[in-house]
């Protein structure tokens, strides 16, 4: 280091002599009364909100209720517990639509970029201390485990309503005839005119199947982006493809279900 610009040489200055007015600076005065926000809205900042509200109901009921009940427990259970299906599904609709939206700008982040070229020939890029091949990550595994793991909590969560459906639709039979079962489904409006419910639980079912394939679609993408851009990261690329693989059987298994679930309360006559 050059230590001529501390000024080591020059003599010392006595502390009373020492002014300091002009080492306080003034923060400028900005004109701007509407300053923009310091926090940009990302994808990461998105996708973690969105896991946020995965997992406060994935510990809210529906999604929440134990299943290791006896009958007789169960009928007591449902007594006295006031669980509101209908918000929850709209919820879950809501946030589904929105992991739709942020995978395509997740893997417009995951597209490989050219290499900006560099022609100074002592920049720092080329010190052994940046020379290290664990720094050369060729893709975001941080953004891919985050959008993975909101698609398989999503998964989690409606798996948890299909067996809430298929509990339903078990004691269906039992019924009196005189009491019909109660569906407690979002509201379907179209202009003025509402869905009966009979009808909108059908819709609902549709919704939650259309946008099951298309998160499917959506993980098959990743999976392709994933196998493309880690070619040369041997073990890197095998984790997280295994994971994708992992991801795409178990959302082709809940489409299934979804579809196995909408066929059996159909024939129950629940749904048209």
Known sequence: MDWSILGLDQPLIEPQSIDTDHLIATPPISDDINPTPSAQITVVS???DLMAAFDRMQNSPPASLTQHLTLRELNE???????NVGAFLEELLQSAQKLVHLYPQVLKQLEPRGI???EAPDCVHNSPLFSDARHKLSI???LIHLVLACHLRLLDLVDNIVNHGRMCAHA???LPPECEPRLDIPEIKIGSFVAP??????????LVIELQTSLNARAQNLHDVVSSNLGHDARTAKILGLQCESLKEHATQTGSDLHSLREHLQNLGVIR
């Open 46 to 48: 998105q996708l973690t």
């Open 77 to 83: 259970f449902m007594k006295v517990c006031d669980v």
């Open 116 to 118: 900006t070229s560099c």
């Open 140 to 142: 975001d595994q941080s």
């Open 172 to 174: 269906v039979p039992m």
């Open 197 to 206: 419910k009979i009808s909108a639980a059908s819709m609902v079912i549709a």
